[in-house]
């Protein structure tokens, strides 16, 4: 079986103000490191539009109300200090939701072995009734509660975003069924992700990592902590937050992990998802903010989906 990727030209549309972090040339960045020979054998897509029923398995119904009221036809409107939606947006965000779930729909399936999503804007700051950082629906969150309408009962989101998806865990808070693992760098922002941070039911499992921490900090923690609580938890299908902001060339954090070590913990992830979960794997693209390293740490994060 082969990894499935979407991709979509809305992705490079998604308008932000110059000089924003969160660029159409992320997009472009993910989307030529792919093109390669190496990822020939990948089962390209088009990703379809969320409905809104898929967006209220997370957010709100006064939320989905409120950003398409927002959504403008010329120019941007501000959702908050670093969140921006243009003429496009809307569109872009609901095609990254749309591609999660339908990854999910071909992993139950049986067609693919897992997937990726290349999207931009990210999701995992995306809280049930609040925009925030760049995000404006979560799109982790949402394609893991997706996956119980394949009868899977426990869902898992894991984030290795350099920043610690505070819209995941307020989506998860009090649902015992699902669970959500992060590494992130602290202090950083949205500060949240505290070790004592667990959710109602002890279902959220959070590794803080000090600034300037490298790979052996990051590994130790997912090997030793977050991969072994995912395990216990025994998911039916796991779903990566995969942002490449912890990377050492990445201007927005201070960590120094590099593509080994995204290519590592995919591997990781993926052997508990073929134990545990039938192998039902479905990535989207959060962080990552330098082209060079965003490109190369994509690649590397493919390349162990297709291994796996």
């Not at 000089?19 to 990822?39: K, T």
Request: glycine share 8%; aromatic share 8%; proline share 5%.
């Amino acid at each position: 079986m082969t990894t499935l990727l979407f991709s979509h030209p809305v992705f490079q549309r998604h308008e932000v103000p110059p000089g924003h972090v969160e660029h159409a040339g992320r997009y472009a960045a993910v989307d030529q490191a792919l093109q390669a020979e190496e990822f020939a054998s990948l089962d390209r897509r088009r990703p379809p539009l969320a409905t809104r029923e898929q967006v209220e398995l997370v957010h709100s119904e006064s939320y989905w109300l409120a950003i398409e009221q927002a959504a403008p036809k010329s120019g941007l409107a501000q959702l908050d200090a670093d969140t921006f939606m243009g003429p496009s947006s809307l569109e872009a965000a609901l095609r990254a939701v749309g591609g999660a779930c339908a990854g999910v729909d071909a992993v139950f399936a049986g067609d693919v072995q897992n997937a990726f999503v290349a999207s931009r804007p990210p999701g995992h700051h995306a809280e049930p009734q609040r925009a925030m950082g760049f995000c404006l629906f979560n799109t982790a969150a949402i394609a893991a509660i997706h996956a119980r309408a394949h009868d899977a009962k426990r869902v898992a989101v894991l984030d290795f975003d350099v920043h610690h998806g505070n819209g995941t865990q307020a989506a998860f808070w009090d649902d015992e069924n699902a669970f959500y693992a992060s590494s992130h760098e602290w202090p950083q922002y949205p500060g949240t992700g505290r070790v004592e941070d667990r959710g109602a039911f002890d279902n959220i499992i959070n590794a803080p990592l000090a600034t300037g921490a490298g790979s052996e900090a990051f590994r130790r923690a997912w090997g030793e902590i977050l991969l072994p609580a995912l395990s216990d938890f025994g998911p039916d299908c796991i779903i990566i937050s995969a942002g490449f902001d912890a990377h050492h060339a990445d201007p927005v954090g201070r960590l120094k992990l590099n593509e080994a070590d995204f290519s590592w913990v995919t591997a990781e992830i993926a052997a508990i998802a073929k134990d545990k979960a039938g192998g039902r794997l479905v990535s989207v693209l959060e962080g990552g903010y330098e082209l060079t390293a965003l490109a190369a740490s994509a690649a590397a994060h493919v390349k162990a989906l297709i291994a796996a």
